[in-house]
Nanobody, 124 residues
């Protein structure tokens, strides 16, 4: 079992930056693929970014490429999402997710563990 707790959400103006963090429980954090998803009001949840267990591979949705950066610290059991040049359309609840499988497999079958989310609001 893995428990995930997101933090760092808030209100920011368009063009600003925000850094989200996800703290994970469990001894095998370093073996998990980690990802961020988001769900805007009235919309379906969508993929934002993912990172392999080692951090060597990262994946991004086209909508956030060049603006968002995912990173992880396996010594602290944390994964971060640095969000720059934020736009009003980035407004959403952001969820941290984990899975013991590779991103290729997990993305197809669904992530196993989810946090409760943190709200990001970008004002215009």
């Amino acid at each position: 079992q893995v428990q995930l707790v997101e933090s760092g959400g808030g209100l920011v103006q368009a063009g600003g930056s925000l850094r989200l963090s996800c703290a994970a429980s469990g001894r095998t954090f370093s073996m998990y693929t980690m990802a961020w998803f988001r769900q805007a009001p009235g919309k379906e949840r969508e993929f934002v970014t993912a990172i392999s267990w080692s951090g060597a591979s990262t994946y991004y949705a086209d909508s956030v490429k060049g603006r968002f950066t995912i990173s992880r610290d396996n010594t602290k059991n944390t994964v971060a999402l640095q969000m720059n040049s934020l736009k009003p359309e980035d407004t959403a609840v952001y969820y941290c997710a984990a899975d013991s499988r590779s991103w290729v497999v997990a993305s197809y079958n669904g992530m196993a563990y989810w946090g409760k989310g943190t709200l990001v609001t970008v004002s215009s």
